[in-house]
């Protein structure tokens, strides 16, 4: 992977991913290099407080994965890793752990804030390393199609942080929908109304007047990596508010989109989608500051989807739906008006439905209908150890760049939507060009910061 986009523009940076999305696909394989021939895998982990916390700990828990390498901007968050692995290598900048490090590992996860997901992934993959990269994969649509080509390219092991897909519940939604159950699929349905997600996470803004100086143990500089300088100020970026604003992650949809979409992507083998539209709420579209900065606290997103032999129609219209938006209440009836999930995934067929509950079993409606239809019988898989044992030849990842990435595209291009709200985006995959709205292709790609440009 020799192309260079150290501060290129948007057009060339959209041009460059565009053609290399021209090359079809490879197979995915076993892994072949060196480390697939180990047997013991020498892990370097990237971001180790909050959700990389708990991902470090997992790949921990593999017999064979021996961490060599931890880093973290937050000196707190590195103290607590490096008390936990002594025999580890500590740094605070990522650039430095490949520098240095670049012989001494096989593989990397990437478990920071979204904004520097691609140039941590990127990087690493040139230097054939195998990635698990937190989801969603990357921040812009056209990071996510080079990534997946990159991964693709350099025949690595990667693996996309929806740990649930590896779940019995997913797996097993996967099956049943595969087996036509309910027969043709008509609509699919998809929420996240987690209760206090909107107070926790989704910042209203706007931002303060004036920042103040970081605390002693946070790097920054380094946090904000390749996203605008902005000036630190304290409860609204570190270690869990950056989601709200467009600089540093992609909203809620973006943010959980991959984990409600993922089953019903992988059961009916979903292509690129024809266009999408957005709908957000009145308060953040009448205010042109909330607009330019932070991401709207309530969604609902409409995919129009290329229709196959699973589908009753030429088209599948998949719809989004979080915050202050519902599905439709003749939707949740099927199952339960006042105990409808709050994170699920409902497909509407000719034969009946399928709910997925997000992290439980799916359940198949009218249930009296489905009672003599059995959960396929399943082994336990752990997410994170299946990518290890991937890494080490043993097996093939269940949410491989192949797979995940042309899902999080879509998913991410939904927050192009997000930000030309009541506008129908006519996507044309194959050049990465909105053929009836060229204006918005400006939300496809970013430039980075002077300094941070991937090379």
Not at 111 to 124: C, G, K, L, M, R
Not at 198 to 223: C, F, I, S, V
Not at 276 to 298: G, K, L, N, Y
Not at 300 to 312: D, E, K, L, Q, V
């Amino acid at each position: 992977m020799n192309d260079d986009f150290a501060g290129a523009s948007r057009r060339r940076f959209i041009q460059q991913a565009a053609l290399a999305a021209l090359t079809p696909p490879l197979l995915m394989s076993l892994p072949t290099n060196a480390a697939s021939r180990k047997d013991k895998l020498r892990h370097a982990a990237v971001g180790v407080g909050g959700m990389g916390w708990h991902d470090l700990n997992r790949f921990m828990a593999h017999s064979d994965v021996e961490i060599v390498a931890i880093c973290d901007v937050d000196a707190n968050h590195l103290k607590r890793a490096a008390e936990a692995l002594p025999n580890a290598k500590t740094y605070t900048d990522w650039r430095e752990l490949l520098r240095v490090e670049a012989g001494n590992f096989d593989s990397i996860n990437v478990s920071v804030p979204d904004h520097n997901h691609f140039a941590i992934s990127y990087e690493s993959i040139r230097l054939g390393k195998h990635v698990y990269c937190q989801k969603p994969m990357c921040h812009d649509v056209a990071e996510v199609r080079a990534l997946t080509r990159a991964a693709d390219k350099a025949g690595i092991v990667s693996q996309l942080g929806t740990q649930h897909a590896s779940g019995m519940g997913d797996r097993t939604a996967v099956q049943w929908i595969k087996e036509g159950h309910i027969g043709k699929i008509k609509n699919v349905y998809l929420c996240s109304n987690r209760p206090g997600a909107t107070e926790a996470y989704r910042y209203k803004g706007p931002r303060p007047a004036q920042g103040e100086p970081a605390p002693d143990h946070l790097n920054w500089d380094l946090w904000v990596g390749t996203a605008p300088m902005r000036e630190y100020s304290p409860t609204i970026y570190h270690p869990s508010k950056w989601r709200a604003w467009q600089d540093f992650g992609t909203g809620w949809s973006g943010d959980i989109g991959c984990h409600i979409f993922d089953a019903v992507w992988k059961g009916m083998g979903l292509k690129d989608p024809i266009s999408v539209v957005a709908r957000v709420q009145d308060s953040w579209q009448q205010s042109p500051e909330r607009m330019a900065d932070t991401w709207p606290q309530s969604n609902h997103i409409t995919w129009m989807f290329p229709g196959n032999a699973m589908t009753a129609e030429k088209q599948l219209q998949v719809e989004w739906f979080d915050g202050e938006f519902y599905p439709p209440e003749e939707v949740r009836a099927l199952f339960s008006v006042t105990d409808y999930p709050a994170e699920s995934a409902m497909l509407i067929g000719t034969e009946g439905a399928l709910l997925i509950p997000h992290t439980k079993m799916p359940v198949l409606l009218p249930q009296s209908k489905f009672s003599q239809v059995a959960a396929p019988q399943l082994e336990e898989r752990d997410h994170y150890h299946h990518f290890v044992d991937a890494c080490l030849g043993r097996t093939q990842t269940e949410s491989h760049f192949n797979q995940s990435g042309p899902m999080t595209e879509a998913i991410i291009l939904g927050t192009v939507a997000l930000r030309e709200p009541g506008k129908l985006l006519k996507w044309d995959a194959k050049n990465m060009k909105i053929a009836n709205l060229p204006e918005a292709e400006k939300h496809l790609s970013r430039q980075y910061r002077k300094g941070w440009e991937v090379k």
